[in-house]
């Protein structure tokens, strides 16, 4: 599996962006794909989280009713939309891959830029 993470961008606060991470691979709809983000200076942050079969998905506390992770196994990709942005969601977003029950990442997006103006 591969990842291509895309759809970052500068953002008023209170805007949307929808970033996407495309994925290669036959085997992508055994993968948990997670999306992280690292802000300047911060640790890398785990934002949410979506398991195979659309049954599990986790949001981190200061993302839930804002952030919306969806995932399509026949495109092959995995859908972060983020509503109602704040200049504190700036950061490089990562999506990720893991294959159960392993929690370590096997494969990393490039990470995309969401910066959110005041």
């Known amino acids: 599996v591969q990842l291509q993470a895309s759809g970052g961008g500068l953002v008023q606060a209170g805007g949307s962006l929808r970033l996407s991470c495309a994925a290669s691979?036959?085997?992508?709809?055994?993968?948990?794909i997670d999306w992280f983000r690292q802000a300047p200076g911060k640790e890398r942050e785990l934002v949410a989280s979506?398991?195979?079969?659309?049954?599990?998905?986790y949001y981190t506390n200061s993302v839930r009713g804002r952030f919306t992770i969806s995932r399509d196994n026949v495109k092959r990709t995995v859908t972060l939309q983020m509503n109602s942005l704040k200049p504190e969601d700036t950061a490089v977003y990562y999506c990720?891959?893991?294959?159960?029950?392993?929690?370590?990442?096997?494969?990393w997006g490039q990470g995309t830029q969401v910066t959110v103006s005041s």
């Open positions: 990720a891959a893991r294959l159960p029950p392993s929690v370590s990442y096997d494969y």
């Open positions: 691979g036959r085997t992508f709809s055994s993968y948990v």
């Open positions: 979506i398991y195979w079969g659309r049954e599990s998905i």
